[in-house]
């Protein structure tokens, strides 16, 4: 069974950084992409960044984009995201996520979605 717990939510203000990680077993993890999506009160669950089973490419949403950085450690198991230049519409829920099947890029799963989800982690970004 795949588990995902994830870490360093918090609160920060406007043109501060956090940093999410993820914590991810149940199994063979460097075969699969990862990323983190994330839920404002009131929306739908949207994609905000994955990468591939091997680390070698990734994919962010527009709104990210030279903000967000996301990583992987296949040695550790772990997903992280650096998040800089954090403005209050980042608020939200941030959950870890896995995907279902192997070897598939981060834009597929961007594109796809998740199988698997942490319990989520609370960024608020005050003004």
């Known amino acids: 069974q795949v588990q995902l717990v994830e870490s360093g939510g918090g609160l920060v203000q406007a043109g501060g950084s956090l940093r999410l990680s993820c914590a991810a077993s149940?199994?063979?993890?460097?075969?699969?992409?990862m990323g983190w999506f994330r839920q404002a009160p009131g929306k739908e669950r949207h994609f905000v960044a994955t990468?591939?089973?091997?680390?070698?490419?990734?994919y962010y949403a527009d709104s990210v984009k030279g903000r967000f950085t996301i990583s992987r450690d296949n040695a550790k198991n772990t997903v992280s995201l650096q998040m800089n230049s954090l403005k209050p519409e980042d608020t939200a829920v941030y959950f870890c996520?896995?995907?279902?099947?192997?070897?598939?890029?981060?834009?597929?799963?961007?594109?796809?979605?998740?199988?698997?989800w942490g319990q989520g982690t609370q960024v608020t970004v005050s003004s």
């Open positions: 996520a896995a995907d279902g099947a192997s070897w598939r890029t981060a834009q597929e799963m961007a594109v796809r979605g998740a199988d698997y």
């Open positions: 149940g199994r063979t993890f460097s075969r699969y992409a």
């Open positions: 990468i591939n089973w091997n680390g070698a490419g990734t």
